[in-house]
């Protein structure tokens, strides 16, 4: 065993048992990269990350290759969940090498953590025009070595644009809805109208961008996606939720991992959908995703876990796909329809199952080793999924579903926290690392859904308290906007922004996001100047990419809509506040009181004994309406 057996992240577990000297990330491993004067190897990845095992079968596991690596390098594994700092720096020097970036990352570094080489995922033998990853290795060493002058020249360049990216110019330009228009153009200049989606293979879902166009009215791009995504392939017919991305434009063959932010994200959207449409289909996919998320990924204490693997026993897909026969026998024949041909015999089902069918294969495939499970929870996974089982839970009205997210608020709050600042991770009762930005802005997010679906407002006041610790603790007082990382965090080579919103909202978009809404509840101008110098961070470029900022164009829509606050007295189990709140009110902010020291709720009462809705803008306020015909 090597030193990751002392850590925590199941991604490092896994390399627990490499021959390879594997360091995790620390001043360790540079100090020893100093007085040897040997390079850093830096390797990057996640548990539930396909290529990261190929990769570590076909070289971190064989001696050869590990006795190279350790003759050569000090090894440095990163679990880039854990870590997203570290990965956001390298990654960008990869994209600037290679032009393109993935996982699993194969970084080098001086020893003093400068990046000058580097690429993703390298083969045992030559291929596809790569080397062999030892071939690599003696060639990086090689140069390290004669050619130190051209190694600094080249680490200093990348170091410099690192930097150069982190200082992004706020835009003078002004921000109107004619950013909403362009986008759109663009969005469905791009749109697939065969599959959905926007763009070819690989798709991933766009869950950021679907929210927009659905505030937008956009119906035929948004529903158009959601019902690509929802056929099957991606989307598991028999267990519910989400995989990570299809290969293909057709949303049928999926990287099989399972992610906690992909089913937190898409369960808004599928259940925002229903609540425009009244399509019981998109209803059907948010039951069966949270019962998903809460059979497979729930922890004990509340929280949840970030992943399921791709792989069973070494094979991708193997759990999710079905033989003709298999499929012959549990659901009688005539159903090969249902087939769609994956790998090795097998398939993936795609189409429409009965409830019996899907019963019945469900029961059968429980019976099948499962993949993996990532079992660390994320403070900002934990958010977005907080965010969605309260806002299910209320419009659904499932007791149990709010009932988790305030046991796992708790969590949050809790083992996740030091009773002031956030803990980046927890896992098996440790937990871990300073709370990144987005750490911050997913859970005052899913604190202030929780408050709207309880009316409790602890959970409001905790919102408001961590949204404002976010800004004390990563806002750029010079430029606008915020660092991914604290102010009094490690220091990097370079302390970046991160700005775009794939796969999740960036740690900017949802605290822009937060800020206004907040904002708008506390009468704070300070609050909303700080959301607006994020979205003249991303003005110029919202046009040319909208997919990239979903998010923000979301913040951007609250902030230029017209403002509504609904401040409702009695609590959220009242006929009138079940009506206020029964609709897609998008920009409306919502505050449950009494509470004289929230502004908004400062002198809000019941009428006569009896519950009451307050319907303000900017604090003026209609005459309160108790009737909930009225509303």
């Known amino acids: 065993m090597n030193r990751l057996a002392q850590e925590t992240s199941p991604y490092l577990l896994q390399h627990a048992a490499n021959p390879v000297d594997w360091y995790a990330w620390g001043d360790e491993a540079f100090a020893r990269a100093r007085s040897e004067d040997k390079p850093i190897l830096l390797s990057i990845g996640y548990a539930a990350c396909h290529w990261c095992h190929v990769m570590e079968r076909e070289s971190f596991e064989d001696e050869a290759t590990a006795q190279l690596m350790n003759e050569l390098f000090v090894s440095v594994k990163v679990d880039r969940e854990e870590r997203p700092d570290v990965d956001a720096v390298y990654m960008e020097a990869v994209q600037s090498l290679t032009g393109q970036g993935g996982w699993p990352m194969t970084m080098f570094l001086t020893p003093d953590g400068k990046p000058f080489f580097g690429g993703t995922y390298y083969p045992p033998e030559p291929r596809h025009g790569l080397?062999?990853?030892?071939?690599?290795?003696?060639?990086?060493?090689?140069?390290y070595r004669d050619r130190r002058d051209d190694i600094a020249k080249q680490a200093s360049a990348l170091v410099d644009s690192l930097q150069r990216s982190g200082r992004t110019t706020p835009s003078d330009e002004p921000l109107t809805g004619e950013l909403f228009a362009e986008a759109e153009r663009v969005l469905r200049a791009q749109y697939d109208p065969r599959w959905g989606g926007f763009g070819h293979a690989p798709k991933f879902p766009p869950a950021s961008t679907i929210e927009f166009l659905l505030r937008r009215g956009v119906f035929d791009l948004a529903l158009g996606t959601l019902d690509g995504m929802r056929t099957g392939g991606m989307y598991d017919l028999v267990g519910g939720g989400f995989h990570r991305y299809s290969v293909d434009a057709q949303w049928l063959v999926p990287?099989?991992?399972?992610?906690?932010?992909?089913?937190?994200?898409?369960?808004?959207?599928?259940?925002?959908?229903?609540?425009?449409?009244?399509?019981?289909?998109?209803?059907?996919?948010?039951?069966?995703t949270i019962e998903y998320v809460l059979r497979e990924l729930r922890l004990e204490g509340g929280g949840f876990a970030s992943a399921q693997d791709a792989d069973t026993d070494g094979v991708e897909g193997l759990t999710f796909t079905w033989t003709a026969e298999e499929l012959a026998a549990a659901i009688g024949p005539g159903r090969e329809e249902l087939l769609q041909p994956f790998e090795h015999g097998r398939s993936i089902l795609r189409g429409r199952l009965t409830p019996r069918e899907r019963a019945t294969l469900f029961a059968l495939r429980e019976q099948r080793p499962k993949p993996l499970r990532d079992d660390k929870a994320i403070a900002a996974w934990n958010g977005l999924m907080l965010a969605a089982l309260a806002e299910s839970g209320r419009r659904l009205e499932h007791?149990?579903?709010?009932?988790?997210?305030?046991?796992?608020?708790?969590?949050?709050?809790?083992?996740?926290?030091?009773?002031?600042?956030?803990?980046?991770?927890?896992?098996?009762g440790v937990a871990k690392g300073t709370g990144y930005l987005e750490d911050y802005a997913n859970v005052a997010h899913g604190l202030y859904e929780l408050h709207v679906a309880t009316g409790e407002l602890r959970w409001l006041h905790e919102a408001h308290r961590l949204a404002r610790l976010a800004v004390e603790l990563f806002a750029d007082e010079e430029l606008?906007?915020?660092?991914?990382?604290?102010?009094?965090?490690?220091?990097?080579?370079?302390?970046?922004?991160?700005l775009d919103d794939n796969p999740t909202p960036s740690g900017n978009s949802m605290l822009a996001f937060v800020l206004l809404r907040l904002a708008r509840i506390w009468g704070d101008d300070e609050l909303e100047r700080r959301a607006v110098g994020v979205l003249r961070l991303v003005r110029d470029v919202i046009p040319r990419a909208p997919t990239a900022f979903g998010w923000a164009l979301c913040a951007l829509d609250l902030q230029l809509s017209p403002p509504q606050e609904l401040a409702i007295v009695g609590g959220p189990g009242s006929e009138v506040a079940r009506v206020a709140l029964r609709g897609f009110r998008a920009n409306a902010v919502v505050a449950f009181g009494p509470a004289d020291d929230i502004p908004l709720l400062e002198g809000r009462s019941l009428v006569d004994g009896r519950p009451a809705v307050y319907v303000c803008e900017r604090f003026a306020c209609r005459a309160p309406v108790t009737d909930p015909d009225l509303l």
Not at 264 to 274: E, K
């Open 480 to 498: 606008g906007g915020f660092f991914l990382t604290p102010s009094d965090g490690e220091a990097l080579v370079a302390r970046q922004k991160d």
């Open 131 to 143: 080397p062999s990853f030892r071939q690599l290795l003696v060639a990086v060493a090689e140069a």
């Open 255 to 288: 990287h099989f991992e399972k992610m906690l932010y992909d089913n937190a994200l898409l369960v808004p959207a599928y259940l925002h959908a229903w609540v425009l449409t009244g399509e019981e289909s998109y209803r059907g996919v948010v039951d069966d």
């Open 399 to 428: 007791a149990d579903w709010v009932g988790a997210a305030r046991e796992l608020a708790e969590f949050l709050l809790g083992p996740l926290s030091d009773g002031e600042r956030l803990h980046r991770t927890w896992r098996n």
